[in-house]
């Protein structure tokens, strides 16, 4: 049996989101929301000496924030990579290795075990030596430095403030949406630090980029049909040759079958032909690690 192409953008969900309609067409977004925490952000950005950028490892690309180089200027920025313990040590060298070759060193960490965090706090200090020089010559008293952690809805931005601190401050959840508010956590007497809300682009054209965030769970307050996206994985594992983590896993096959067939064979043999539960629990599985580590990005050939 052919494998079934995958579903594309129809002419009117283009359309809407040509016309800035905060829409793809599987995953829909509250521009309100968006807008206040964006603004509330923006209004602190100026007060920040350093930006710590956090994306997901499972998804290094899809997790980048299109805005966040505008906001930032020419202040100095770390890049972490969260979450490496999701990913196996191949895809972790693999992606260092391509970040390097873009002229980036990116921090990995593991906000749920504090692993990689000293350096980023070491990194994210020594941003500050320059700033308290020049305030040294203007005959001002040193300060510490403020840094801003940045990054996607549940990439583990809390968690890793939790773990510069050793002690668990910011609210941390297996669930995105959980910092609601702007709040700066002094860290040492040379570190502060703005736990700032997952922040969303108002815009989001790229839906693969969408549907990655979703299945990882790091999109926030948006709206989306488990079943679509869970076919989306699939189709994303059959694709980085990963079927047979399914077979494992559910003891059923992919073999010829899309994302979407997947779904409802799979539906019929392990979940009383329940589709959108089937959805939810594989999108479940794999956020667990039930599936086992998987980056769900390859980095893009030179
Ligand atoms: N496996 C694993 N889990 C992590 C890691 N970092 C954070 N988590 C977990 O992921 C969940 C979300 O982490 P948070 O720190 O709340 O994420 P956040 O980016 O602050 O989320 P928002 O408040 O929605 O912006 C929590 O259950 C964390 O324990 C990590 O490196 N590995």
């Given at each position: 049996?052919?494998?079934?192409?995958?579903?594309e953008?129809?002419?009117?969900?283009?359309?809407?989101?040509?016309?800035?309609?905060?829409?793809t067409?599987?995953?829909?977004?509250?521009?309100?929301?968006?807008?206040?925490?964006?603004?509330?952000?923006?209004?602190?950005l100026?007060?920040?000496?350093?930006?710590?950028?956090?994306?997901?490892?499972?998804?290094?690309?899809?997790?980048?924030?299109?805005?966040?180089?505008?906001?930032?200027?020419?202040?100095?920025?770390?890049?972490?990579?969260?979450?490496?313990?999701?990913?196996?040590?191949?895809?972790?060298?693999?992606?260092?290795?391509?970040?390097?070759?873009?002229?980036?060193s990116?921090?990995?960490?593991?906000?749920?075990?504090?692993?990689?965090?000293?350096?980023?706090?070491?990194?994210?200090?020594?941003?500050?030596?320059?700033?308290n020089?020049?305030?040294?010559?203007?005959?001002?008293?040193?300060?510490?430095v403020?840094?801003?952690?940045?990054?996607?809805?549940?990439?583990?931005?809390?968690?890793?403030?939790?773990?510069?601190?050793?002690?668990k401050i910011?609210?941390?959840?297996?669930?995105?949406?959980?910092?609601?508010?702007?709040?700066w956590?002094?860290?040492?007497d040379?570190?502060?630090?703005?736990?700032?809300?997952?922040?969303?682009p108002?815009?989001?054209?790229?839906q693969?980029?969408?549907?990655?965030l979703?299945?990882?769970?790091?999109?926030?307050?948006?709206?989306?049909?488990?079943?679509?996206?869970?076919?989306a994985?699939?189709?994303?594992?059959?694709?980085?040759?990963?079927?047979?983590?399914?077979?494992?896993?559910?003891?059923?096959?992919?073999?010829?079958?899309?994302?979407e067939?997947?779904?409802?064979?799979?539906?019929?043999?392990?979940?009383?032909?329940?589709?959108e539960?089937?959805g939810?629990?594989?999108?479940?599985?794999?956020?667990?690690?039930?599936?086992?580590?998987?980056?769900?990005?390859?980095?893009?050939?030179?």
């Amino acid at each position: 049996m052919p494998r079934k192409p995958k579903s594309e953008l129809d002419l009117d969900q283009l359309a809407r989101i040509e016309r800035g309609v905060v829409a793809t067409p599987l995953i829909q977004w509250y521009p309100g929301h968006i807008a206040k925490a964006e603004k509330a952000l923006q209004e602190q950005l100026s007060r920040v000496d350093v930006v710590l950028e956090v994306r997901d490892a499972r998804i290094p690309l899809a997790s980048f924030h299109p805005q966040i180089p505008a906001w930032i200027g020419t202040k100095p920025r770390l890049l972490i990579l969260n979450r490496v313990d999701m990913i196996s040590p191949w895809e972790r060298e693999q992606w260092q290795a391509w970040f390097r070759a873009q002229g980036e060193s990116p921090y990995c960490a593991n906000g749920q075990t504090g692993d990689g965090v000293m350096a980023i706090f070491k990194a994210a200090q020594a941003a500050g030596v320059t700033i308290n020089e020049r305030r040294k010559l203007r005959g001002m008293n040193p300060r510490p430095v403020r840094a801003v952690v940045l990054g996607f809805p549940n990439v583990g931005k809390s968690a890793l403030i939790n773990r510069l601190l050793k002690r668990k401050i910011a609210a941390s959840a297996a669930r995105p949406g959980v910092t609601r508010q702007l709040r700066w956590i002094r860290i040492s007497d040379q570190l502060e630090l703005l736990d700032a809300p997952g922040v969303l682009p108002a815009n989001l054209k790229d839906q693969n980029a969408a549907i990655k965030l979703a299945i990882c769970d790091d999109i926030g307050e948006a709206a989306y049909d488990n079943q679509r996206v869970a076919a989306a994985l699939v189709d994303l594992l059959q694709d980085l040759n990963q079927a047979p983590r399914l077979l494992n896993r559910y003891q059923a096959s992919l073999g010829e079958r899309s994302g979407e067939e997947y779904i409802v064979y799979l539906a019929t043999q392990r979940f009383q032909k329940d589709n959108e539960r089937t959805g939810r629990q594989l999108l479940q599985d794999f956020r667990r690690l039930a599936l086992g580590p998987i980056c769900l990005e390859r980095p893009p050939s030179p």
